[in-house]
């Protein structure tokens, strides 16, 4: 089971804050902390609801280099969403294990066919996918696409599990309030799951209030740490 805790924008522009959350993440257990890696002016306008704490929230090179190598001293993977191909150059150089392909990143060919040619392994959330059948991406490493509604917070209401099949979706991107929707994934087959992470929901923010805090964070990983021991050890890792 792999457990992803996504910093994503929740630093909200402090790096004392992203390194907490980074501590704090490998402490509760998880695998990978990711983060989101954009220019503002590309991928949002200006009358964008949360325009000024995306602002905010842009990471530098240096910053990304700094948060990166704070991660290997605590001993947990950096992982981002690049959703440029200046920043995944960043990645490149700092020699990232693995991408992640962002919902709003799915049609963009140029940046899906750039991260594919680095051979490593891809995730892919498919919460704004409108075709039938999985996008097709050409790369040597693993494709491992993740079922996901585009809607933050996610209500219970708008999940569609007992249509998804978690034996070809490889996990879940939860939106949703609480910890609930990915525990019924990782029940139901889900071996990825990926949260947004928050030191405290009421801080300000697009992020925090569907996010998962320090304690629902390590209750989700005991989760998966059962359901490893009850139905067996995968390769998600």
Same mark, same amino acid.
């Given at each position: 089971?792999? #457990?992803? !805790?996504? #910093?994503?924008?929740?630093?909200?522009? +402090?790096?004392? &804050? @992203?390194?907490?959350? %980074?501590?704090? !993440?490998?402490?509760?257990? @998880? +695998?990978?902390?990711?983060?989101?890696?954009?220019?503002?002016?590309?991928?949002?306008?200006?009358?964008?609801?949360?325009?000024?704490?995306?602002?905010?929230?842009?990471?530098?090179?240096?910053?990304?280099?700094?948060?990166?190598?704070?991660?290997?001293?605590?001993? %947990?993977?950096?992982? /981002?969403? $690049?959703?440029?191909?200046?920043?995944?150059?960043?990645?490149?150089?700092?020699?990232?294990?693995?991408?992640? %392909? !962002?919902?709003?990143?799915?049609?963009?060919?140029?940046?899906?066919?750039? &991260? @594919?040619?680095?051979?490593?392994?891809?995730?892919?959330?498919?919460?704004?996918?409108?075709?039938?059948?999985?996008?097709? #991406?050409?790369?040597?490493?693993?494709?491992?696409?993740?079922?996901? $509604? !585009?809607?933050?917070?996610?209500?219970?209401?708008?999940?569609?599990?007992?249509?998804?099949?978690?034996?070809?979706? /490889?996990?879940?991107? +939860? =939106?949703?309030?609480?910890?609930?929707?990915?525990? %019924? /994934?990782?029940?139901?087959?889900?071996?990825?799951?990926?949260?947004?992470?928050?030191?405290?929901?009421?801080? =300000?923010?697009?992020?925090?209030?569907?996010?998962?805090?320090?304690?629902?964070?390590?209750?989700?990983?005991?989760?998966?740490?059962? #359901?490893?021991?009850?139905?067996? =050890?995968?390769?998600?890792?």
């Amino acid at each position: 089971m792999l #457990i992803i !805790a996504e #910093i994503g924008q929740n630093h909200n522009g +402090d790096l004392e &804050i @992203a390194k907490k959350l %980074i501590r704090v !993440a490998r402490e509760k257990g @998880a +695998d990978i902390v990711k983060f989101q890696l954009y220019d503002v002016g590309k991928i949002f306008t200006s009358d964008f609801q949360w325009y000024k704490e995306a602002k905010e929230a842009q990471l530098t090179k240096e910053q990304v280099l700094e948060l990166a190598g704070d991660c290997e001293n605590v001993g %947990i993977e950096f992982s /981002a969403s $690049v959703f440029d191909l200046e920043r995944l150059q960043w990645t490149e150089e700092l020699g990232m294990k693995r991408y992640k %392909i !962002a919902s709003r990143s799915i049609y963009e060919e140029e940046l899906i066919n750039k &991260i @594919a040619s680095t051979g490593k392994d891809i995730m892919v959330s498919l919460g704004m996918y409108k075709e039938d059948s999985f996008p097709e #991406i050409n790369t040597k490493g693993k494709v491992d696409f993740l079922y996901c $509604v !585009a809607k933050y917070p996610t209500m219970p209401e708008d999940l569609d599990f007992l249509n998804v099949d978690f034996s070809r979706h /490889a996990g879940f991107s +939860d =939106h949703t309030i609480g910890i609930t929707a990915s525990l %019924i /994934a990782m029940a139901r087959g889900a071996r990825i799951i990926e949260k947004h992470f928050t030191l405290d929901k009421q801080m =300000h923010g697009p992020d925090h209030t569907g996010s998962m805090d320090p304690n629902e964070l390590g209750q989700l990983v005991r989760y998966s740490q059962q #359901i490893e021991d009850i139905l067996g =050890h995968n390769t998600a890792k």
